[in-house]
Every structure is written in structure tokens, then in C-alpha cells.
């Protein structure tokens, strides 16, 4: 029986290509191209065109062609960039803009519109349409905004432009005041604050690489004609190899055999991919939508893959079984190959959506919160991977006993270079207590967990040598504030919520640093406590009041702070000097020992 080729293959130009009927499918990743990518790719397309001799061959493209549409299953982060270059070129030669419109957009009064066009037209209330159409909402939103002039750009803002070689470079003038500013970053701040500038915002990737294009563009100096050439070449004189598909499964598997072009497909992208091909179409919008929004939730620890963490832990849990490798591929396979497909993805997002809430949950708790302010002061990702998340979805709660233990262990390791929880000793035994709750949710973790602690306990933190190291360090800032806070929330009561917004006061001013016999008790943790950085609305006095006035001037303040171990200097001290730090440092230290102490 012979074999199917459910495709066909094409040499074309962009010009024939963005006459088409495109869409970018659901299936697809967002625009994800960066500043590297699209730069290198500029870099391609200029080298070429000023040498004056070849055409450029830019790789394939992969369609799938159902129901008069071009889905574009290969070669989507370059055809955008493609259409972002040629708007750019419009921008900059004014002589272009309506042909590059009449090539790449509809207009809302003229043309017949699709049913998409007529939602778009409707919820953006715009008048110029791009004809390519991309599934996920916030990359269609995107590219109307740039086809509509709604994106500003901070180079329109500069005077002397013509003079920059670089945005590199220093010396920039404004071009409403005049004003000469040295850095880019500042000189944004400037238009931003002086002339209502608007940074696009981040929603889509196509807003920061459409002001890269310009950026990049604008800095070559081309004239009028010039521009025009480019807009040729790029139209007539790129080949491109061009697949023609009928078959949606066969352009899937195409997809994955072909996802190893520009920026790497992440995997998850590509399974997503394997899914949709795979949904009912009544129902992929729904998948799709759902998909991204878990994917992309953000947390401002974890920051922007803190989705994809989850969806790590809760392909597992859906396999009940935590292992320190993961095989996205192998996990996924029971959903992709379920005869009901949508059943097992929905049992899959409520796994995700539950993480997400004992995520929060554990930053609310007293002592979770500590660790779930700041980047710079935060536990390991393992911690809550290989241990507090699959816990407590297993066991249904989330415990409060277990999370001051991790804690404890955090802080009482704070400013030593111990082992940390992604190393063998705690990972390996943390998944294998997990698996043991997830067998039996009943098993007695907290036993187990705090065994492990204690064992791998580094000699460095053992009370004598806790006590003598700690008395002798000098603190960062960071370091030093939050753990005063784990200090504060251990002293005061369970009723009492500790602010997460304190400052770092130096007791002993540092312009006294010089009168000091021993200059390095400045940064000692005797030295420094916590005070509210503005002065409160219940009178509170804060660190912006406070200065660098001498002790007696600071004790009604201290009185009234918010924070307990603060209060306690006024109860204990009349006076503040050197000696005074020494013991206020014996007495610091002696309670961090207890309290971190596991």
C-alpha cells in the first residue's frame, strides 16, 4: 500500500505569504522572541540586503490548511516579527504606510469583515485591523494596538537623535524640554514623569519587540529610499520553503519533529500542542484559555515561571508519584492517550488550582509570610516542590507546625553557606517522605522531616558555635531586617500580625562609626533593630523622621514603635554606647539560638 504525503512544499516569497489567510492556532506558544533573537535576526536580514548580491533563504514555514485558513504551525515567531519590521518601515517612511496597510491590514469600514474581525472591531473600538489573526487574545490585542499607533515610542522622544549611534550611549535631549539627560533609563523616567510617556505594557512580548525593531531600525539612518528598498527585499527577495498541510494530526507531529527554530519550544508548549489537536473544537477555546492563564500566574518570589513550577508538582500529583527528574512527556501521555481527554484535563487544572490556593495560604501563614516577602530572602523552590505543596494537597491542610519548622531551618542557616534543600541530603528524603503521605496520607511526616533536618544539621549552627559566630557578624541589610522580623513574629502573640514593611535602624548612628573602638559593631545585629520607615497614621514614628539623631533623641520613637524588641531597647537601656551593644548583642543572639532552633 503506498505511502501518504499529506503535504504539499512551495518556494515563496513574504509578499505572496502575508497575502494569505493566516492564523496563528491555539496550539501555539505566545510571541516569545527577546531582544537576542531579534536582534539576530535583524542582523541576518540587514548583512544580506546592504551586500546587494543574494537573496536570503529564511528556512520553512508550516500551514495547516482547514477551512480556508493558513494555521501556521511552524515559523510563527518569525512571520510576526516579519509584519512588526514592515510596520516599523511604514513608520519610518511614510511613503510605505498605506501599501503596507492595504498588504497587512482590513479596514473596519471598507473591507467585509470575518466574524473575529467583527469582535475585535467591536471590543477594541479601532478602525485598522491586522489580517493575520493570533488566537491568544493578548497577541491579537497587541498587534492591534501597534497597527493602531497606540504604542509610543521613548526614541520619538529624543532630539538628537541623529546624533546617536547607539542607545548605548550616553546624552540624550529631550525633545519637548530639552532637557539633557546621560542614561537611557533615565531619560524614560523623565519622559514618563514630565510627558505622560507610556511604557506598553507587558502583557504580550510583540509591544517590547516592536519598540526593539524600531529602535534597531531608526539607528541605521536610512533615507526615504533606502527604506524602500528594504520593504522590497524583504517582500520579494526572502525564499521561503512553505508546507502545505491537510492532515491536523500529521501538522502536529510535524510541529514537535520541527520545534528546534529560533528560541526553543519549551516542552510544555509542545504537549499543549499534542492536547489541542486532540479536543473537541466546541471545547478547545475553553482548554486553551485555561491553559495559559494557570501557565502564566506569576508570584513575586518565583516570578514569571512560577505557572510552569506548578504544573510540574501537579502532573505528578495526577501521577502520585514526586520524582527529583520529571518527564513531562511520559506524565502527560495517560491525559493525551484518555479516551476522554477533557475529563483528565480538568481533574488536571483543579490539581494546579488547588497548588495555587495552598500557595497562598502558606504566604499568609504567620510564619510563611517571612519567607514569601522578598526574592532575596526565601526558601528553596524544593522546599514547597518536594515537600509543603504536596503535602498538604495529600493531607488536605496545610500545617501550620510544619511550615515554622521550615522556617526556623531558614533562618537559623540565614548568613552561613550550608547545604540547601536542593541538595541530595534533604531532596532525596523530602520526595521519599512525600511519597510515603502520598501512599498514606495519615503517615507521620513532621517526624520524618524534622529527623532529616537535624541530621544534616552543619556543625557551623550548633548552639556553641551559632552563639560565637553570630555574636561576630556583620549584616546586610536584607539579611539583618527580616531576621529581626522572625525574631519580632516569635516574641509577640499569635493575635498579633507583624508589619512586613519595617526599615533597618542603626541604633548607634553610623556618622558616629569613627567614635566607635571596634568600627565593625556597626552592622552587629546588637546594633540594629526595626522601626517604621514613615512616621504611621497612629503616630508611629518612622526611620524618615528619625535620622541620625542620638539615642535620647530616639527613645520616645522607639517607645512608640510598633515593634516589640524595639520597645524592649527603652525599657532596658538609658543610654545607647559600644558597651551597650555588646550586651544588647548577647541578648539578641541568646534569643535567635532559641528560636531557630530545631
Known amino acids: 500500500m503506498p505511502r501518504i504525503k499529506p503535504y504539499t512544499t512551495n518556494q515563496e516569497s513574504w509578499n505572496t505569504i502575508l497575502q494569505k489567510n493566516l492564523r496563528i492556532p491555539m496550539n501555539q506558544r505566545e510571541y516569545s522572541w527577546e531582544s537576542a533573537q531579534i536582534t539576530n535576526f535583524l542582523d541576518d536580514i540587514i548583512k544580506i540586503f546592504e551586500e546587494g548580491k543574494y537573496v536570503e533563504k529564511m528556512g520553512s514555514i508550516i500551514n495547516l490548511n482547514y477551512d480556508e485558513v493558513n494555521d501556521i504551525y511552524d515559523g510563527q515567531q518569525r512571520t510576526l516579527t516579519v509584519i512588526l519590521i514592515l510596520n516599523v518601515l511604514g513608520c519610518l517612511a511614510p511613503k510605505l504606510k498605506t501599501k503596507i496597510n492595504q498588504l497587512l491590514t482590513v479596514d473596519t469600514e471598507l473591507d467585509d469583515l470575518t466574524q473575529q474581525q467583527n469582535k475585535i472591531k467591536e471590543e477594541c473600538k479601532v478602525n485598522i485591523i491586522p489580517k493575520i489573526y493570533c488566537i491568544n487574545p493578548y497577541d491579537m490585542t497587541g498587534l492591534v494596538n501597534i497597527f493602531n499607533n497606540k504604542i509610543q515610542l521613548w526614541a ?96 502536529s507531529r510535524i510541529f514537535d519533529w520541527e520545534n528546534n527554530r529560533g528560541k526553543a519550544v519549551e516542552t510544555l508548549d509542545i504537549i499543549k500542542n499534542q492536547i489541542l489537536v486532540k479536543i473537541t473544537d466546541e471545547k478547545k477555546v475553553e482548554i486553551y484559555n485555561r491553559w495559559e492563564s494557570l501557565k502564566h500566574r506569576k508570584n513575586k518570589i518565583y516570578k514569571k515561571n512560577f505557572g510552569q513550577k506548578i504544573f510540574d508538582l501537579a502532573i505528578q500529583l495526577f501521577s502520585n508519584q514526586i520524582n527529583r527528574t520529571i518527564n513531562n512527556e511520559k506524565l502527560y501521555k495517560p491525559i493525551i492517550d484518555s479516551e476522554d481527554i477533557y475529563k483528565k484535563l480538568i481533574k488536571f487544572f483543579e490539581i494546579v488550582e488547588k497548588l495555587f490556593e495552598i500557595m497562598d495560604k502558606i504566604s499568609e501563614d504567620k510564619f510563611g509570610r517571612l519567607l514569601n516577602n522578598t526574592s532575596r530572602v526565601s526558601i528553596n523552590w524544593e522546599a514547597y516542590m518536594w515537600c509543603l505543596l504536596p503535602i498538604s494537597y495529600k493531607t488536605g491542610y496545610v500545617d501550620c507546625k510544619l511550615i515554622k519548622l521550615m522556617t526556623k531551618w531558614y533562618f537559623r542557616n540565614l548568613q552561613f553557606k550550608n547545604l540547601t534543600f536542593n ?176
Open 156 to 251: 520619538k522622544f529624543i532630539n538628537n537623535l541623529d546624533e546617536i549611534k547607539s542607545f548605548e550611549e550616553e546624552g540624550y535631549v529631550c525633545s519637548i524640554c530639552k532637557t539633557k539627560i546621560s542614561r537611557n533609563n533615565d531619560f524614560i523616567r523623565h519622559i514618563k514623569k514630565k510627558h505622560n510617556y507610556l511604557q506598553p505594557d507587558s502583557s504580550t512580548k510583540l509591544h517590547s519587540a516592536f519598540t526593539e525593531i524600531y529602535n534597531y531600525l531608526v539607528l541605521k539612518k536610512y533615507d526615504e529610499k533606502k527604506l524602500i528598498n528594504l520593504y522590497k527585499f524583504i517582500l520579494f527577495d526572502i525564499d521561503i520553503q512553505t508546507y502545505d498541510c491537510f492532515d491536523p494530526e500529521y501538522v
Open 423 to 598: 541538595n541530595l541530603c534533604y531532596s532525596n528524603e523530602f520526595i521519599r517522605i512525600t511519597n510515603q503521605v502520598i501512599q498514606n496520607k495519615d503517615f507521620d511526616y513532621y517526624k520524618d522531616i524534622e529527623e532529616c533536618l537535624i541530621k544534616n544539621k552543619d556543625d557551623s549552627i550548633s548552639n556553641e558555635n551559632y552563639l560565637r559566630t553570630i555574636k561576630d557578624m556583620n549584616y546586610t541589610t536584607t539579611n539583618a531586617k527580616h531576621l529581626l522580623m522572625f525574631l519580632e513574629t516569635c516574641v509577640n502573640t499569635d493575635t498579633h500580625i507583624v508589619p512586613l514593611d519595617y526599615t533597618l535602624e542603626h541604633i548607634y548612628p553610623k556618622k558616629n562609626k569613627a567614635h566607635l573602638t571596634n568600627p565593625s559593631l556597626m552592622n552587629n545585629i546588637g546594633n540594629l533593630t526595626l522601626i517604621e520607615g514613615k512616621n504611621s497614621k497612629n503616630g508611629h514614628k518612622g526611620n524618615s523622621s528619625l535620622g541620625s539623631k542620638p539615642y535620647y533623641k530616639k527613645m520616645l520613637s522607639y517607645k512608640g514603635s510598633s515593634s516589640m524588641i524595639t520597645r524592649d531597647i527603652t525599657n532596658k537601656f538609658e543610654t545607647f554606647t559600644e558597651a551597650t551593644i555588646t550586651t544588647r548583642n548577647d541578648d539578641i543572639t541568646s534569643l535567635l539560638n532559641k528560636y531557630t532552633n530545631y
